[in-house]
């Protein structure tokens, strides 16, 4: 799944769940089941993600909504292999990007 996000330093909640294609809820539930989502909070209590919560986030759709892992599931393989998560993750995200412009390039011909 490619995510597009323009770069910059927060994002609202709203802006997450709209990347994402998921309900706010989707997004306030997984951080609350999920330790490595650590969003910041303004003055009024509005969330306010960073590119790592996004990161974060990318892992733990492809393993619940993509994989089909349970959220007990999705934690236990955060725990047990988190680096080889963000390495496999890594490399969807690059053959996403590859794809993308695969498909540019075909639409042209």
Same mark, same amino acid.
């Given at each position: ?21 998921? $309900?706010?809820?989707?997004? /306030? ?5 999920? *330790?490595?989502? &650590?969003? +910041?909070? =303004?003055?009024? #209590? ?15 759709? $492809?393993?619940?909504?993509? /994989? ?5 599931? *999705?934690?236990? &393989?955060? +725990?047990? =292999?988190?680096? #080889? ?25």
């Amino acid at each position: 799944m490619h995510i597009d996000l323009p770069e910059k330093r927060y994002y609202k909640i709203g802006e997450v769940a709209k990347a994402f294609d998921v $309900n706010t809820s989707l997004i /306030r539930f997984w951080e609350k089941e999920f *330790a490595i989502i &650590k969003p +910041k909070k =303004n003055a009024k #209590g509005n969330r306010l993600f960073t590119q790592e919560d996004i990161k974060n986030f990318k892992l733990i759709f $492809n393993l619940v909504k993509e /994989r089909g892992f349970t959220l007990d599931g *999705a934690k236990q &393989k955060l +725990k047990e =292999n988190p680096e #080889g998560i963000f390495d496999n993750q890594d490399i969807i995200n690059r053959l996403e990007l590859v794809k993308a412009e695969l498909q540019k390039i075909k639409n042209q011909l």
